[in-house]
């Protein structure tokens, strides 16, 4: 039918705007997924494969489709997003089952040998510490709650399948992967859930430990052969959280184990929740299967911070210390130190200590000194010419463009996204930088970090390609 193709085509259109617009990840996790159903009665139907899907696209990207949708074709009045069991399976969640277009549940991969049949059911000999699941969990640091860790674009993600785990009555997905870098916050999701679920039933068992510790009990298991109170304690939990499972890389015995557990936990309907600092595929030294399984659930990445959620850390830091720490010492942190939020509050921490030690206000001043090594250690990385490189790069534009008087806006906007570039991330001063720039006045400077700033609260697209450069520099 000539109508359903033309509906075709102008929803080929809007996606690929959504895409130009929300870049490259956000788009294959979040739209396209997403299918078009039909139009009837002025109502466009868009469906998702499942209600979390849903939830997040209407809230995160509903508005922009349907203005999409009224600019391609007047004759559209609405648009609604429905889930649709059978529908698209997203590259994050499992496909629903055919009786529930709720949750996704997994398959069992095997028919599971009944566990009770396998594993004699404990003896007193071992029942009282096997119980005990504070014998088997690391301890969780108090401080890892729901409610201290601020959520911000990067994390925003990995955040709500966080929460969803930890209020969800049934398992939603299995297991919840969740993968960084370092100091990104994904030791505190994981007590944070930990918190919660106990919070909520203290009956439910919970054991939290890091895939180091999950391998010591093991070969201490192994020595003392003592496996079968090994594999009791660890499948008869309610919920089993692994933190950096890529310690059991190249460890074949341990991650043999590990797949065990976790498919006799997933096949009782047990939650498991594994951190990484990769996404399972790039796992190396992990088995093929374990890595496939591993990718099967929901699988969330927290991206590196932006400015926004380092100031909204500090912030929210600040305000749990008895120092007073002055706003613009908050956004010079959040400018400078921009690797992980570890270092962040280990910024923090130190200022703040220093200030009580020496009995003086917290001062820009007093903060430049007392972070004199870890500022020239991220100062030092980078020069303006690598800027202008890299940017000159990104633009597609020659790096030659970056000193001439040319003001076409082709290689114009490039060069201020450079300059402001240089402002935010050296210590470069403004005229330092205007002559960098063929030798352009500071106030040519002061005109770009306007322009620029001005740009990126009105266009998404372009901030997101700020920070994109701004991280490929610091990175
Ligand atoms: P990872 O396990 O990814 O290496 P952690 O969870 O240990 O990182 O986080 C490092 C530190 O940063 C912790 O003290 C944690 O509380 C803090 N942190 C990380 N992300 C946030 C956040 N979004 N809000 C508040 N604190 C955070
Ligand atoms: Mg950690």
Redesign the pocket.
Known sequence: MSLGASLDQKWARICGKLKDEVGETAYRNWLKPLTLNGMRAGEVCIAVPTRFMRDWVESHYADRIRSLWSGEDPSVQSVEIVVAAGGVAASLVPPPSANDDEFPVIEPIAAPEPIAAALPLPTAAYAAPITDEDDVSAPLDP??TFE????GKP?EFAHAAARRVADAAAVNFNPLFLY?G????????MHAIAWAIRRKDARRRVIYLSAEKFMYQFIRALRFKDTMAFKHQFRSVDVLMIDDVQFISGKDSTQEEFFHTFNALVDQNRQVIV?ADKSPSDLEGMEERLRTRLGWGLVAD?HPTTYE?RLG?LQ?KAENVESKVPPRVLEFLAHKITSN??EL?GALNRIVAHAELVGRAITLESTQEVLYDLLRASDRRLSIDEIQKKVAEHYNIRLADMHSPRRARAVARPRQVAMYLAKQLTTRSLPEIGRKFGGRDHTTVIHAVRKVEELRQSDAAFAEDIELLRRMLEG
């Open positions: 401080r890892f201290n860790f601020v959520v994390n960084s370092v100091g990104l916050g994904k030791t505190h999701l951190s927290i959620l850390i929210s939020v570890r509050e």
